[in-house]
């Protein structure tokens, strides 16, 4: 179903109605504040296994992006931040950034890597972190791609929709999105390196 809300005012029932259906396993496309996210509750593997099919891509190979509410959600699937990286985060957060940690053992064993690192993303956008603050965990991130470059796949949800009905269980219409993906930062070894410049300036 293609299912609109508004990013300024999230209806409240709408929010609660897509996270039931994400408790059930629903594999969802969400609105945030790069381009148009695919995702599901990390805790259903079979979802998860879902979204992997979907994108054609190894789970134990990629990096794929928890999306979480705050930065207190953060300290419960990474391991501890220096200093330095989370006054950065904080400084940077909600924003267009996708943050490489170290994972902690509480993070499915669906999502380890070899390197055992996740994404953290806190999107400055009021319906996709309402949903997670609904369903109370994250949501498994990976971005809309397009296979054959039509820009407007990625930012026009109608359209989205149409391509993405027969595979995904809600659509989420809300506006417009960007196609400029997330600024990639690895924070792994106590340093920051940009691994790709997207949307946001990162703020030291």
Do not use: W
Not at 121 to 141: A, M, Q, W, Y
Request: glycine fraction near 6%.
């Amino acid at each position: 179903m293609l299912l609109k809300i508004y990013p300024e005012n999230p209806n409240p029932k709408d929010i609660i109605y897509v996270t039931e259906e994400l408790r059930k396993g629903a594999v969802v496309i969400y609105p945030t504040d790069t381009v148009y996210g695919i995702g599901c509750d990390i805790n259903n593997s079979k979802a998860v296994e879902r979204v992997a099919r979907l994108k054609n891509i190894n789970l134990k190979k990629e990096h794929l992006s928890f999306i979480c509410y705050d930065l207190s959600h953060i300290s419960d699937y990474t391991k501890s931040l220096s200093n330095n990286t989370f006054k950065i985060m904080k400084r940077n957060l909600p924003g267009p950034f996708t943050f490489i940690l170290n994972a902690n053992s509480n993070v499915p064993k669906l999502f380890k890597n070899n390197k055992k690192t996740v994404g953290i993303r806190i999107p400055d956008n009021n319906i996709i972190r309402d949903l997670v603050k609904e369903l109370g965990n994250p949501i498994l991130s990976t971005s809309v791609i397009d296979e054959d470059d039509i820009i407007e796949y990625t930012t026009d949800p109608e359209l989205i929709y149409e391509k993405f009905s027969k595979h995904v269980d809600i659509v989420i219409d809300g506006g417009y999105g960007n196609n400029t993906p997330s600024t990639i930062v690895n924070c792994t070894n106590g340093d920051l390196e940009i691994i790709r410049q997207g949307k946001g300036e990162l703020e030291h």
